[in-house]
């Protein structure tokens, strides 16, 4: 809010607002199915009502779309420590810049998860690459199997949002606080606050495996079975130097799951 800024941090915030999120965001204007922008799986937009025009009582809507490159938090002035607000909050201060001479009237959060149980069958795919390519590119324009918004959405922009991307009450979340929590991750690697974070737990090395033997002999009396991270990952590390240099070695195959 703003009455919770000092004058300094409002100075602060309107400058990387006009110079580092106006010029790359752009608003898109859309009335439904048909002109509603293809927004990337898991990113973060924000739903825009804007009021009806004169003499109408349609309600008047824009999403504007974060990039996965934008910064989620922005830096506060404080006195020691840290500050941060996120983006959207930043947004929502000076959403009017986007829509001069406009009455907004809500702004509102939301992320949706696409369908990515979309599956080739390797067994009776003629080009198996091609066909994964395909499914890659599909799972880009799925379904909406998740919406989540924020708390506090009038009906008509949560009624608008279930229409456009056809999803029903079963598959709405409303948070009562930021969306994706998993970007708060990032605020770990600060310096300091070594009392709130867990002590480290540094991979072992396995028992199974001598360091006084080659690799080759180790696998060759029995299976080497590793739970990463418990398990130090040096053992494939060698196991791949190894077979490199080994003039009898043809190709070096892994899979992962």
Known sequence: ?????????????????????????????????????????QSLNILVQLAPEAKSQRPRFAVIGLRRSSTRFITLHVEGGYGYTLIEDVIR???????????VVETVPFRLTRNADLSVRDDSAADLMSEMEEILDARKQSACVRLEL?????????????????????????????????????????????????????????????????????????????????????????LVESAADDPDVLAIKMTLY
């Open 1 to 41: 809010r703003t009455q919770d800024l000092t004058d300094r941090q409002s100075r602060g915030l309107e400058q990387v607002f006009e110079e580092e999120i106006f010029p790359v965001l752009s608003p898109v204007a859309v009335t439904g199915v048909e002109d509603f922008p293809l927004l990337s799986n």
């Open 150 to 238: 924020a708390a506090g959405a009038s009906e008509t922009a949560l009624a608008f949002l279930k229409q456009v991307l056809n999803v029903h009450n079963d598959d709405v979340f409303s948070t009562p606080g930021p969306l994706d929590l998993s970007a708060f991750m990032q605020l770990t690697d600060l310096p300091g606050f070594d009392n709130l974070k867990y002590e480290a737990w540094p991979p072992q090395p396995s028992p199974q495996v001598d360091q006084r033997k080659s690799i080759f002999d180790v696998i060759t009396q029995q299976d080497v079975l590793l739970f990463h991270p418990y398990d130090s990952f040096e053992p494939v590390l060698r």
């Open 93 to 103: 201060l000076y959403v009017e810049r986007f829509f001069p001479g406009e009455t």
